[in-house]
């Protein structure tokens, strides 16, 4: 399907606000995201690196306004490692 057929934009949008009715929690937390200040990465940070470029990480999306900003990559790990908690939990 074409990325730019209005089919697959309202399949996507349809998809988009599944996801919102299952994750009212997350909303909150992307909204208190856009109100809480970025930080630097709190990882590169350890290692002396100063890095701007962050995305909003939430260890519990009930607590919108615990926010870590971490950079890609390192928001990326950290979303694996609590993935692979979660899985090994069950």
Not at 25 to 53: F, H, S, W, Y
Request: net charge positive; charged share 40%.
């Amino acid at each position: 399907m074409d990325k730019n057929s209005p089919e697959y934009k309202k399949y996507r949008r349809e998809i988009s606000r599944r996801y919102r009715q299952r994750n009212p929690q997350k909303k909150l937390a992307r909204k208190a995201g856009e109100v809480i200040p970025k930080q630097p990465c709190e990882l590169c940070l350890q290692k002396g690196i100063t890095n701007m470029d962050v995305e909003a990480h939430h260890d519990d999306h009930k607590k919108p306004w615990n926010v870590r900003w971490l950079c890609k990559k390192h928001h990326e790990q950290v979303d694996t490692e609590v993935e692979r908690r979660r899985k090994n939990a069950k």
